[in-house]
């Protein structure tokens, strides 16, 4: 059956995406911070089409040097859109919404964001610092959990501390004072 659904999702795929490590269930990810390092380990068996999205921009290079940009202590941090000077990054293109694969967003669980369509999740994610029952499914469509932290949960809290404020220039609330950079994002060897 996984199969079929790998041969499925691979005939949707444009001409820029690839699949990526496709005989790993499990991929990591190592993302490495300017607060230190997370290793998240993804579930392709339950959010096949959100890891592979994430995984071609990770090879890519597309989440190296971008910012977190949003953190709101108790909910989230949220990033992978945005250059340091607040320059929208390259999108590949949106993606089905998969929240209803039986994942939750509970804390240190890595999620993509999405606007208020269903479907409009493209490069940007965040990581879950509560229990954020009111971003699952439920009579309206929910944010598609995809993986989970392995190593550097005290990263993400740390992150959760930064002082934050209204940004003027992107009109935002809850962007930190001093930005928190992901440096590299690297695919880790199969194990």
């Known amino acids: 059956m ?9 005939a949707t795929l444009t001409a820029k995406e690839a699949l ?14 300017s607060m230190g390092t997370i290793i998240v380990e ?7 089409i959100t890891v592979n999205n994430f995984l071609n921009y990770v090879v890519s290079g597309e989440y190296d040097n971008t910012i977190f940009h949003r953190i709101v202590p ?18 590949y293109s949106n993606i089905v919404n998969e929240a209803g694969n039986g994942l939750k967003n ?8 999405k606007e208020s369509r269903p479907h409009s999740a493209n490069r940007q994610f965040f990581f879950n610092l509560g229990d954020n029952r009111s971003l699952d499914p439920g009579r ?6 995809f993986g989970a932290i392995i190593e550097g949960q005290e990263v993400l809290e740390a992150m959760a501390l ?30």
């Open 2 to 10: 996984l199969s079929f659904i790998f041969l499925l999702f691979s």
């Open 20 to 33: 990526i490590d496709p005989d790993n269930l499990f991929p990591q990810v190592k993302l490495e911070t």
């Open 42 to 48: 993804l579930d392709r068996v339950r959010a096949p």
């Open 74 to 91: 108790e909910f989230i941090v949220q990033g992978g859109g945005y250059s340091q000077d607040f320059v929208m990054k390259k999108v």
């Open 106 to 113: 509970e804390v240190g669980t890595i999620a993509m964001a």
């Open 140 to 145: 309206k469509w929910g944010y598609a959990v």
């Open 162 to 191: 930064v002082k934050t404020d209204y940004n003027e220039h992107m009109s935002w609330e809850d962007v930190p004072v001093e930005p928190v950079i992901l440096i590299k994002a690297s695919l880790l060897p199969a194990t």
